[in-house]
Nanobody, 111 residues
Framework: QVQLVESGGGLVQAGGSLRLSCAAS?????MAWYRQAPGKQREFVAR???????NYADSVKGRFTISRDNTKNALYLQMNSLKPDDTAVYYC????????WGQGIQVTVSS
């Protein structure tokens, strides 16, 4: 069965940085991050295709960088200059022949 491991969340002060990782046991063409804050709908954060094309939500442009390592079937999100509004559960989203969602990882940014 397909396996997925997410890591890298935690608690940081405003202005700090975190790096999220999502590693799968098989390859996916489309890899993305979404997030959901308490009381809000899940929202798109960033997406990267197999050969490097990227898209970012306006709210994170210039602060977050999405990347991938195709040799490891891994997805990363480098988050810099974090703000309290970035506090949310972050979900890895993998799309290929099948669609897989991570279980979610908590990111909390204190003021």
């Amino acid at each position: 069965q397909v396996q997925l491991v997410e890591s890298g969340g935690g608690l940081v002060q405003a202005g700090g940085s975190l790096r999220l990782s999502c590693a799968a046991s098989v390859s996916f063409n489309d890899m993305a991050w979404y997030r959901q804050a308490p009381g809000k709908q899940r929202e798109f954060v960033a997406r990267i295709m197999r050969f490097g094309s990227t898209n970012y939500a306006d709210s994170v442009k210039g602060r977050f960088t999405i990347s991938r390592d195709n040799t490891k079937n891994a997805l990363y999100l480098q988050m810099n200059s974090l703000k309290p509004d970035d506090t949310a559960v972050y979900y890895c989203n993998l799309v290929g022949r099948t669609v897989l969602w991570g279980q979610g990882i908590q990111v909390t940014v204190s003021s």
